[in-house]
């Protein structure tokens, strides 16, 4: 199905009180646009899409199955399907984030783990 969407009309959720979220799905991914104030920690997950975080502004340290990367602005990492990983925002960061296929945890209201 052909969209086409701006992301000043796409709502913005405040998952916690240093975590807001937008995002858009099609019929096989999903694209999320994250503001992060610093300090802010996305707790630990796996999931069965691949992920890629573009970090647009700031830096975010990721741990990928007990290894820390971080990665900052103008850098992209690719986070293969079912990998454990977490993320700490090290200063106040903008980031967006595709995954494939659809993270229907989040379109099905499963995503409380953000939330807290």
Known sequence: ?????????IEREQLNPT??????TAEKLTMARF??????????????SEQLSYVLEGAL??????????VRSGEVLCIPSNLSHSAEALEDTF???VFS???????????SYLRK
């Open 1 to 9: 199905m052909l969209k086409h969407l701006r992301w000043d009309e």
């Open 19 to 24: 975590l807001e979220r937008q995002y858009i």
């Open 35 to 48: 503001r992060l104030s610093k300090g802010s920690v996305v707790p630990t997950q796996s999931h069965d």
């Open 61 to 70: 340290k990721f741990n990928l199955g007990g290894k820390d990367v971080v």
């Open 95 to 97: 980031v967006l984030d």
């Open 101 to 111: 296929p659809v993270r229907s945890d989040w379109v099905n209201g499963q995503d």
